[in-house]
C-alpha cells in the first residue's frame, strides 16, 4: 500500500515535467520507502529502473548492461555488454522513450563502492553531453553519510551538478493514520509511537487485529520481520554493535546527556561521542536543544540533549532488547502483560508531543494560530523563581514553544496525555515556568489534552484567550 508523499511526488513530476536536463539525488534512511517513492513515480512512463546490489565491479557492470539494452536502444543489435562505464553512461542518451528519458539508479552507493571513479565518470559524461539532453537521472541512496558528504559534498566531482535534491523523511502521524482506517484515534497514536514514520514497519502491522495482538505477533514473536530489524539495520551499518547496543539502551531509557550515558555504560566519553555522532548519521539519534538557545548556546559536544529519533528503536530498546531472553524461550505474553503493558500509556505519550507538533505546524501554515511562528520545538532552563521571598533556581521545561522571527510574540505549549482531564492548575503552572524577564513578548497559551477539560478551565480559558486542542485531527481546531 502507497500512501501519502504528495510532496515528493509533486517534486519529482515537477522535475520530469521541466525542458532541461534532471539530475537527481534522493536518499534517506534504509526502510523509509525511497524505492517504493520511485516505482509508483515511474508508472505511466518509460523508464528505466536499476537496483544496484553488493557485487564485483565487473559485475555490476554487466548487470548495467543488461539492464540498458534490455530497453532495445540501437546499441542492442551489436552489443551484449558495454565496455566501460563511459560508454554505458554515455548510452541513456539513446534510451529509446516518446518524451523525456527517465533512469532511475538505486542505492547508488554500491556502485560507486566497486567502481569509487564513478562520478568522476559521470560528472565528466554530465558536464559535456548528458546535461544537453532531454533526460532525467535519478541517483538513490541509503547511505546517509554517503550521500551528503561523498556525493554532494564540495569536494566530490558531483558538486554542483544536482538539479533537485531530497532527502525522505518518516512519514507525518497523518499519512501514518491512513494504514490503521479503523483503529480508534488513540491506537492510532500509539502505532505512531511504537512505529513511528517508517513505511515498512507500518506495513508489518494488520490494521484488521488490535494493537496489543500486532506486537505479539509482528515485534515480540521469534521470526517475524520486526523481531530481527534493529540488529539487522546495525550491522549493516555498523561495527561494535555490543557497544552501540549499549549506548542506544541508554539513551532509551533517558539517559540524555554524555554524563548520564557515560554513568550508565562507562564507556570514555570521547568513545561515547564519536559513537553518537555515527547514530545522529544514520537518523537514529540527533541532539535536542532547547528551542530558544542561541548560537553559542548550541557549541560544544558538552550541550544539548541526545534523543533517539527512531521511534521504533526507542520502543525496541525500551522493551524488547532486555527481553530477549525470555522472547527466545516463548514467554510473549509474559513480556507484554508485565513489561510493555503497564507502561506503554506512559511511552506513547512522548509522541502525543510529536503529534501536537504537527497539528501546530499544519495550523501554522494554514494561518489559523494568533502568529505565524518560525521556530517551534520543546523548551528548558534554569529559570529563578521567588517563594516566599526567597529565590530559587529550578530547571524547568515547557512541552512545545514556538516563537516569530524576531521572537516578539511566543506560543507557549503543554500535552497532557494522562488519563484525566486537565484543569486549571495545567494553564496556571504552565504560565509560572516560563522567564518572561528573559524573553520579553506577547504571550499565548494552547493547553493539549486527550482526554479532555474540566468545565472550569473551559469557562478561564474562554475569559483569557486560551485555545483548548482536544481533538487533533486534520481539521480540527
Not at 170 to 185: A, D, G, K, R
Not at 252 to 268: R, V, Y
Not at 338 to 343: A, L, M, S
Amino acid at each position: 500500500m502507497f500512501v501519502g508523499r504528495k510532496r515528493e511526488m509533486e517534486f519529482l513530476q515537477k522535475c520530469y515535467s521541466s525542458h532541461k536536463a534532471e539530475l537527481v539525488v534522493i536518499y534517506g534512511r534504509r526502510r523509509i520507502g525511497k524505492t517504493e517513492l520511485l516505482k509508483q513515480f515511474s508508472q505511466g512512463k518509460q523508464a528505466v529502473f536499476y537496483a544496484c546490489t553488493e557485487c564485483t565491479a565487473v559485475e555490476q557492470l554487466d548487470r548495467f548492461s543488461k539492464r540498458l539494452l534490455n530497453t532495445g536502444m540501437p546499441a542492442a543489435n551489436y552489443l551484449n555488454r558495454f565496455v566501460d562505464w563511459d560508454s554505458a553512461f554515455r548510452s541513456i542518451a539513446d534510451i529509446p522513450a516518446d518524451g523525456k528519458k527517465v533512469l532511475i539508479i538505486d542505492e547508488f552507493p554500491y556502485m560507486c563502492k566497486g567502481t569509487p571513479e564513478i562520478p568522476s565518470i559521470l560528472q565528466n559524461m554530465w558536464d559535456h553531453e548528458l546535461s544537453e539532453q532531454n533526460i532525467m537521472l535519478i541517483l538513490c541512496g541509503s547511505a546517509v553519510s554517503f550521500m551528503e558528504d561523498e556525493l554532494l559534498g564540495e569536494k566530490n566531482p558531483l558538486y554542483g551538478r544536482a538539479t533537485g535534491v531530497y532527502k525522505l523523511q518518516p512519514l507525518s502521524f497523518v499519512e501514518t493514520q491512513e494504514f490503521f482506517p479503523e483503529y480508534t484515534l488513540e491506537e492510532q497514536i500509539g502505532a505512531y509511537a511504537i512505529l513511528g514514520g517508517i513505511p515498512y514497519y507500518l506495513e508489518q502491522f494488520d490494521p484488521k487485529n488490535g494493537l496489543a495482538e500486532n506486537v505479539k505477533a509482528n515485534i515480540l514473536r521469534k521470526g517475524c520481520v520486526l523481531y530481527n530489524e534493529v540488529e539487522f539495520l546495525l550491522r549493516q551499518e555498523l561495527r561494535e554493535t555490543s557497544i552501540y547496543n549499549t549506548i542506544i539502551e541508554a539513551v532509551a531509557l533517558g539517559n540524555n546527556n554524555l554524563a548520564l550515558i557515560h554513568s550508565k555504560t562507562q564507556l570514555e566519553k570521547s568513545k561515547i561521542t564519536a559513537y553518537l555522532r555515527n547514530l545522529m548519521e544514520l537518523g537514529i539519534v540527533e541532539r535536542e536543544f532547547s528551542v530558544l538557545a542561541t548560537a553559542k548556546e548550541r557549541e560544544g559536544s558538552q550541550r544539548g540533549l541526545y534523543k533517539l529519533t527512531d521511534s521504533y528503536f526507542r520502543f525496541w530498546y525500551s522493551f524488547v532488547y532486555s527481553s530477549i531472553s525470555e522472547l527466545e524461550a516463548g514467554d510473549i505474553n509474559g513480556i507484554w502483560q508485565y513489561q510493555i503493558e503497564p507502561q506503554l500509556h506512559q511511552f506513547v505519550s512522548y509522541n502525543y508531543e510529536r503529534v501536537c507538533i504537527e497539528y501546530l505546524r499544519r495550523k501554522n501554515q494554514e494561518g489559523k494560530l494568533p502568529f505565524h511562528f518560525t521556530r517551534i520545538g520543546r523548551w528548558w532552563d534554569k529559570v529563578v523563581h521567588t517563594v516566599e521571598g526567597k529565590k530559587q533556581t529550578v530547571a524547568e521545561e515547557i512541552d512545545i514553544v514556538a516563537t516569530d522571527r524576531l521572537g516578539k510574540e511566543y506560543l507557549l505549549c503543554e500535552c497532557k496525555f494522562r488519563r484525566q482531564k486537565a484543569d486549571v492548575e495545567v494553564l496556571r503552572h504552565l504560565q509560572q515556568k516560563f522567564p518572561v524577564n528573559k524573553y520579553k513578548g506577547k504571550y499565548h497559551y494552547v493547553i493539549f489534552s486527550f482526554y479532555g477539560f474540566t468545565e472550569e478551565l473551559v469557562k478561564v480559558a474562554a475569559a483569557e484567550n486560551v485555545l483548548l486542542a482536544e481533538d487533533i485531527s486534520v481539521g480540527a481546531i
